[in-house]
């Protein structure tokens, strides 16, 4: 047997939290879900952007399958056509009643008739509304002497100029749903592993194993392993879910900014998440070492979530609509705010290179500070048993 | 030398818990701690593990004070057990073991030759609350024997336990003194503690009241004599001076001399009151002495 070393010590701690944690029903399911819940919301994306609607067309209309995808084209719109035999006109209703056809085109290309199962709806409507007018004009350029396919090109040549005040604009929606997402999963991973470990320390205390424990090692070590354990089990959740989401994303082509900047996001995340989760995780610990039975849990843990909550929720709600706000802008500089902050506006807007600094050292000032103060209050109320310990006498000196 | 308390005080607010606290543990020995509840035998025992600091006083192993490195080789059983109910049993003891600064391999190896001792072996794979509190409170005992210490400090290890499990636990205990392993556990049993340990202390309100082997404890107790005397009339032993009748029952009389009576004087008064069929010296039981010290220091 030799002495081990302070590392040692919470190396040992850790990994015991890590392995027990891993191997849990709770952080497979939960991690899992959360796949779903990203896949699902990249397929959603995916169908509100870029579904396409199918368009049956009977021979006596076939001529009309260039003009109408020029006219979708020009709308953004994705249509597919599929010829449908005259004798199969009553067949492509059906179709059009299964569900197979968006849109039935009968009729003859100068007076056609579209048939929909319902109502002929938005995108589909602006489609085939231009394209009947645009086959009235023709019939008018025809009666005037006039060449139409010369009009249409002529027509077809012309474009809207634009002017971009800030570059990459169509990539911009892309980085905010970025940014939200990412200061939602590190919510999150606050909330679920920063209640985590308060109760992982109170069941020791519950237990008693705390006194075993404390016989060994010293009540710092103890804490300093169960923050780096659990702080791993969810950097581990959260890469899995922050690379396994942007992957798919960018695979679907949902996402179109280049992997580089994704990288960089997710970097940015990561590196808040883990300030974050430590910021929290002392908080969680020193709160659950104050109290000795699970039901006593709520009493300390709450006024911590209510701290999360606050930044994450002014960030909703602000961030996407005003991305410059002031508010959002100063708040995201202070210590308990930032990891879910700076993250959301780093995604929407430009945060200057001193932003980031500053947000980052004054969380390290705090975070140093905290582990002093945290690990007081753990060390004088962790052996403590019966009613819940007041703060200011685990505050006092040992 | 061995394991020694050297002049231990703590306080809690205005309630004194140890009050100058000394004794001697030797090495080897079984050590056998009493006192009524709140005497002060379990801060005693945190204080040796270093779960809980002392105001004053030390205490020593082999002369130097007990450091986190020497509290590897204590093994502790707490007075309110604690292990992790949802943790399997040998996980939670290969874990144990490591933390005293055992390697993985040493500690696989000593859990597996503990379980099998303990008879929890089958049970090694299943998280501790799936087993029954007796084998619950088995596998705590492998929690304190796992790292081979060599200083035992056990908290009331036979509260809860059935009879299998007390002999079970008497013969491990004899079996590591035995070893040269130093035992320090405080019971309620009194008999279990006159039947284990080498020797004996009473702690009454934070202090030693006395501390010793059993015989010579008894030595210190008062001196009782059970007399029979068929043929004399009722009542004949209640004028000899310095000598109180505690019970009779037909003619069999209890009698407790007081200190420095003389027993011999006793007997001349049976015999001149009748036939004597019985003159027999009674042995307190550490339960009598027990109160008797109790009473003593009150």
């Keep these: 047997m030799t002495s081990l070393t302070p590392a040692q010590f919470v190396r040992l701690v850790s990994a015991r939290e890590i392995n027990t944690r891993l191997r849990t029903k709770g952080f497979a399911i939960g991690t899992a879900l959360m796949l779903v819940a990203i896949a699902g919301y990249i397929a959603l994306v995916h169908l509100i952007s870029g579904s396409s609607a199918t368009v049956g067309l009977t021979s006596p209309v076939a001529s009309l399958r260039p003009p109408l995808q020029s006219v979708a084209s020009a709308s953004g719109k994705k249509i597919e056509t599929v010829a449908v035999a005259p004798a199969d006109a009553s067949a492509g209703a059906s179709k059009v009643r299964a569900g197979e056809l968006d849109a039935l085109v009968v009729g003859s290309p100068d007076d056609f008739t579209v048939v929909v199962k319902r109502q002929l709806t938005g995108d589909l409507r602006t489609v085939f509304t231009v394209l009947a007018r645009q086959q009235a004009l023709n019939r008018q350029i025809l009666a005037l002497g006039g060449e139409p396919a010369q009009v249409d090109a002529t027509v077809a040549a012309a474009t809207v100029n634009t002017v971009a005040l800030e570059s990459g604009s169509g990539q911009y929606t892309q980085r905010l749903v970025l940014g939200v997402m990412a200061g939602g999963l590190i919510y999150i991973a606050l909330v679920l592993y920063g209640q985590g470990l308060a109760q992982s320390v109170v069941e020791e205390k519950s237990s008693r194993v705390v006194e075993l424990l404390l016989s060994t090692l010293r009540p710092y070590q103890l804490m300093a392993g169960k923050v780096l354990g659990i702080g791993t089990v969810g950097l581990l959740q959260f890469l899995i879910l922050g690379v396994a989401g942007l992957a798919a994303a960018l695979a679907d082509g949902v996402l179109t900014i280049d992997v580089g900047a994704a990288a960089g996001m997710l970097a940015w995340a990561v590196v808040w998440y883990l300030l974050g989760f430590f910021l929290y995780a002392l908080l969680f610990a020193a709160g659950g070492a104050l109290v000795s039975r699970q039901e006593d849990i709520g009493a300390v843990v709450s006024p911590l979530l209510v701290l999360i909550i606050i930044p994450f929720g002014i960030g909703l709600l602000t961030v996407p609509t005003n991305p410059n706000s002031t508010l959002v802008a100063v708040l995201s500089l202070v210590p308990l705010f930032a990891p879910m902050l700076m993250p959301m506006r780093l995604g929407a807007a430009s945060v200057s290179g001193l932003e980031a600094a500053v947000a980052v050292a004054l969380t390290v000032v705090l975070l140093v500070l905290l582990v002093r103060v945290t690990g007081r209050i753990y060390a004088n109320a962790v052996l403590r048993t019966g009613a819940r310990t007041r703060l200011r006498d685990a505050l006092r000196p040992a | ?298």
């Design chain 2, 1 to 298: 030398m061995g394991l020694e308390f050297d002049r231990v005080s703590k306080r809690y607010g205005r309630t004194v818990a140890l009050d100058d606290l000394s004794f001697e543990v030797a090495v080897g020995e079984v050590f056998g701690f009493v006192g009524p509840n709140g005497a002060g035998k379990t801060t005693a025992m945190r204080i040796a593990l270093g779960v809980l600091a002392a105001d004053s006083g030390v205490v020593r192993w082999e002369g130097t004070p007990l450091t986190l490195d020497v509290r590897r080789r204590v093994g502790y059983m707490p007075e309110e057990r604690g292990l992790y109910p949802k943790m399997k049993v040998r996980d939670q003891l290969v874990y144990f073991a490591r933390l005293h600064g055992m390697t993985d391999g040493a500690a696989r190896r000593a859990v597996e030759d503990w379980t099998q001792r303990l008879g929890v072996a089958d049970r090694a794979g299943d998280d501790l609350q799936k087993l029954s509190l007796g084998n619950q409170q088995r596998v705590q005992l492998a929690a304190a024997l796992v790292h081979d210490p060599v200083i035992l400090v056990l908290d009331e290890p036979f509260s809860g336990l059935d009879p299998v499990a007390v002999d079970l636990m008497s013969d491990v205990l004899r079996g590591q003194a035995r070893a040269g392993v130093t035992v320090l556990f405080s019971s309620h049993h009194l008999d279990l503690v006159e039947r284990l340990c080498d020797r004996v202390g009473i702690v009454s309100a934070g202090r030693l009241v006395a501390c010793g082997t059993v015989t010579d404890l008894r030595g210190t107790g008062p001196v009782r004599y059970v007399v029979d005397v068929p043929d004399a009339p009722p009542g004949w032993a209640h004028r000899l001076p310095a000598v109180k009748v505690l019970s009779t029952s037909g003619s069999r009389a209890e009698l407790e001399l007081a200190p420095g009576a003389d027993e011999q004087a006793v007997l001349r008064a049976a015999l001149a009151a009748g036939r004597v069929t019985q003159f027999a010296p009674e042995l307190p039981s550490l339960n009598e002495l027990f109160r008797h010290v109790m009473r003593e220091a009150a």
